[in-house]
């Protein structure tokens, strides 16, 4: 029996690393570069070009930005993208193989977490919960794992600060932060490690908080240490006055989430986090209820009598239950903000699969009830059944037909156009409009501005529209035309 369980586990092992292996490759070299993606690739070029951390400014009025609040993917993704791009790599593989990178390192850092709090299988199942997670719906998708974005990174980094925190908590603090700048939305995560920090303190009432004031305060110095050098060279490169207009700018880019008044309400947040797992949201919001009533349960039922091993399963569990609510509750209230489940996903990756890990481990120390052990086992199985479905769902989608042009396709419409912004010595060209427009711009090797900038006016437009000027240079995908 032993030796069949071994069989099935490294069988559905093997099976999962083929499925990311499909997943990833998919999101390296096939799927298209997106908007997101290469705007964000403006920072590193910019820097490598001697034009310091700025971005091209396409939605700051179209002029070289220097920290440009509205790149919220920060530098521990895009200054190691910067370092890949100096080695003459194609600047879409540089561009991705960081995030992808990341990717892996989500993955083990979740295998281990996973394996600490319920064995292999829990490992497994922890493992398994990202590969469901589809996040690649709507305007402003997280297409896959190479995805120039920040939410991956940020959510690899939460991991790994989990993974130490027992015993290096001002390394998990500095993880932390460096996840605050791969993605600003990390902070989010502060009250989830304030609580776990607070299960693995020593005594009760009292004497436990002394202990957790006396281990959080190196932690926090941690925390905020990556955050200080950037606005530290913010500060060196803007000078006082331009750091001052940086500071208000990136407020009001934190308080409004980027985005004006979406008008969205709680349902219709749960509605589109459902629908994001490659399974129909019914299943999908059942396996949610079921992880989480199985994790509640064993933290309950092993709160007072729980070993040293327990404590840090527990202490897991009430980060993850907290992380999770934190992000998705946070995403969920925000009415202004639109149903893109790239909000809430950093929280997503880094929480959820700890949270199915620890539903595993409660289903094993459920009552000695025969009931109670049978219910707890067939819970457990519907939600680890549901989860396998999204991953072999999300693996199946990789080979459906794709709406959009590939990366190939991409290229071969730029390739015309890159050319002729070659031999013309073109700096600058205007998306007409924001979207689809911009990628193809980055990939000619001009900086992106926007068609309605003020600084715009006499620069030619790329458009996969028809000229209403004079057509300068027609890839048949898209064509660049005379400023009006």
């Known amino acids: 029996m032993t030796r069949g369980r071994t069989i099935l586990f490294w069988a559905l092992a093997a099976a999962l690393l083929v499925g990311h292996v499909i997943v990833a490759w998919h999101s390296l070299v096939v799927w298209r ?33 220097p920290f440009d609040p509205r790149i919220s993917t920060g530098p521990v993704v895009l200054l190691p993208v910067a370092l890949l791009l100096a080695t003459g790599i194609d600047p879409v593989l540089a561009a991705r193989l960081i995030p ?34 589809t996040a690649g719906a709507g305007v402003s998708p997280i297409q896959g794992p190479a995805d120039l974005l920040g939410e991956i990174p940020a959510g690899a980094l939460l991991v790994w600060a989990l993974v130490v925190l027992p015993r290096r908590a001002w390394l998990a603090g500095l993880l932390v932060g460096l996840a605050i700048q791969a993605k600003l939305i990390a902070l989010l995560a502060l009250p989830a490690f304030a609580v776990a920090l607070w299960v693995l303190s020593d005594g009760t009432g009292w004497h436990r908080l002394r202990d957790l004031l006396r281990r959080a305060w190196l932690p926090l110095l941690g925390v905020a240490a990556p955050t200080l050098l950037v606005e530290l060279a913010a500060l060196v490169s803007l000078g006082t006055s331009g750091f001052i207009d940086h500071l208000r700018d990136l407020v009001r880019f934190v308080r409004s989430g980027g985005q004006g008044d979406a008008d969205t309400t709680v349902l219709q947040k749960i509605g589109t986090l459902a629908d994001s797992w490659s399974v129909p ?36 569990a009430l980060a993850a ?64 059944l549901v989860v396998a479905a999204g991953a072999a769902g999300h693996v199946a989608a990789s080979f459906g037909p794709r709406e ?57 437009r790329l458009t996969g529209l028809a000229c209403s000027t004079e057509t300068l240079a027609d890839s048949g995908y898209f064509r660049i035309c005379a400023a009006p």
Request: proline share 5%; charged share 15%.
């Open 33 to 65: 570069f997106w908007e997101d993606e290469a705007f964000n690739l403006t920072v590193p070029r910019n820097l490598l070009a001697g034009l310091g951390y700025s971005s091209d400014g396409a939605l700051s009025g179209s002029t070289i930005t």
């Open 100 to 133: 992808l990178a990341y990717w892996a390192l989500l993955l083990a850092g979740l295998a281990l977490i996973g394996r600490r709090i319920g064995g292999r299988w829990a490992a497994l199942l922890a493992v398994t919960v990202p590969l469901a997670f």
């Open 281 to 316: 949201a019914v299943l999908a919001l059942l396996a949610a209820v079921i992880a989480v009533g199985l994790a509640v349960a064993g933290v309950v039922l092993r709160w007072r009598t729980a070993s040293e091993s327990e404590r840090l399963v527990i202490a897991y």
């Open 321 to 384: 239950l907290v992380g999770a609510l934190a992000f998705v509750g946070w995403w969920a209230t925000a009415s202004r903000l639109p149903l893109w489940v790239r909000h809430p996903a950093p929280g997503v990756f880094a929480f959820f699969p700890i949270i199915a890990a620890v539903a595993v481990w409660a289903m094993m120390r459920m009552p000695a009830r025969p009931a109670a052990r049978v219910a707890g086992a067939a819970a457990a199985g519907a939600m680890a």
């Open 404 to 460: 959009l042009l590939t990366l190939d396709q991409q290229r071969a419409g730029v390739a015309p156009l890159a050319e002729w912004v070659a031999e013309n010595d073109v700096e600058w060209l205007a998306a007409d409009p924001w979207g689809a427009a911009v990628a193809p711009i980055v990939l000619t090797g001009a900086h992106v501005g926007l068609v309605d900038a003020e600084a715009m006016r006499e620069h030619p």
